[in-house]
Antibody, heavy 121, light 106 residues
């Protein structure tokens, strides 16, 4: 069974840092680009960051550029999102998502259960 | 950024009736358009991609159409499990989502 399991969310103050992880199983992780998508409370979905299959290419939505870093460890089948200089507007459920065709820009057929990031003083 | 606009925001439909949801892109996305269903407390579920191709395991009552800037998701006969939030997503340039349409029981 293809599965994604996120962890690492929690409560952090504005300006603080968090590192999210996403453990993947049931597919050839190293052959797929991977993404982080977030959903703010009572809001829609927003693509946050994408990383290529080898980890050599990364892409970010403008609002997180310079603050967030997406990375992966293919030997551990794990995706990461390092979030620094957190802002109140970063508060959301963060999902990792697997693309259907493994491409950097694609649709997502498998999603994790999400991890909640709360930013508040 | 390509802005995706969904309408209506809320759609009230009786079970067994047809539901038609719309999604408009601020510029052409060709056929690079997907639809997702989301229920409370759950992650989104892929329904349609390539504007009209059903994802694996999706019932035939779900169908998608359109290209360029105008897209439609049709649910031919609403079942109880279909009452949920629906999002469109373009993946032509980066990937952006619409604001969602809530399909509720009339």
């Amino acid at each position: 069974e293809v599965q994604l399991v996120e962890s690492g969310g929690g409560l952090e103050q504005p300006g603080g840092s968090l590192r999210l992880s996403c453990a993947a199983s049931g597919f050839s992780f190293s052959s797929y680009a991977m993404s982080w998508v977030r959903q703010a409370p009572e809001k829609g979905l927003e693509g946050v960051a994408v990383i290529g299959a080898s980890g050599g290419s990364t892409y970010y939505v403008d609002s997180v550029k310079g603050r967030f870093t997406i990375s992966r460890d293919n030997s551990k089948n794990t995706l990461y999102l390092q979030m620094n200089s957190l802002r109140v507007e970063d508060m959301a459920i963060y999902y990792c998502a697997k693309p259907v065709r493994g491409l950097v820009i694609d649709v997502f057929d498998v999603w994790g259960q999400g991890t909640v990031v709360t930013v508040s003083s | 950024e390509i802005v995706m606009t969904q309408s209506p925001v809320t759609l009230s439909v009786s079970p067994g009736e047809r539901a038609t949801l719309s999604c408009r892109a601020s510029q052409s996305v060709s056929s690079n358009l997907a639809w997702y269903q989301q229920k409370p407390g759950q992650a989104p579920r892929l329904l349609i991609y390539g504007a009209s191709t059903r994802a694996t395991g999706i019932p035939a009552r779900f169908s998608g159409s359109g290209s360029g800037t105008e897209f439609t998701l049709t649910i031919s006969s609403l079942q109880s499990e279909d009452f949920a939030l629906y999002y469109c997503q373009q993946y032509n340039t980066w990937f952006t989502f619409g604001g969602g349409t809530k399909v509720e029981i009339k």
